[in-house]
């Protein structure tokens, strides 16, 4: 069976960091592009940052970038989101997707996959609430 875990959220105060989690089970991840997605009340699902696990390749939303940082360990089967200097803004249900089987040769990049009509496969979500 196919499926993504996350773990990782949680309260944390304006400046703090956290580290989020997403393991699979079923299928490896290096050929697919996987994403965090986050959504707010009364806003869309929206794509913060995913990495195209074959060949390590990102995208990060603007609002993120310098911040937040993206990575895999293939070991692990595990993909991680650290979250630095978080700020109120950042308050979100975290999810963890995956998109693809990606075949080679693509251009599917991280970027034009990193949307949510492309998700094959969603975490059940882990909440980040930032506030003092």
């Known amino acids: 069976q196919l499926q993504l875990v996350e773990s990782g959220g949680g309260l944390v105060q304006p400046g703090e960091s956290l580290r989020l989690s997403c393991g699979a089970s079923?299928?490896?991840?290096?050929?697919?592009?996987i994403g965090w997605f986050r959504q707010v009340p009364g806003k869309e699902r929206e794509g913060v940052s995913c990495?195209?696990?074959?060949?390590?390749?990102?995208y990060y939303t603007d609002s993120v970038k310098g911040r937040f940082t993206i990575s895999r360990d293939n070991a692990k089967n595990t993909v991680y989101l650290q979250m630095n200097s978080l700020n109120a803004e950042d308050t979100a249900v975290y999810y963890c997707a995956a998109a693809g089987p990606i075949r080679w040769p693509t251009i599917q990049t991280p970027m034009t996959m990193c949307v949510i009509s492309k998700q094959r496969y969603w975490g059940q979500g882990t909440q980040v609430t930032v506030s003092s």
């Open positions: 079923g299928f490896t991840l290096d050929n697919y592009v």
């Open positions: 990495i195209r696990n074959s060949d390590d390749s990102t």
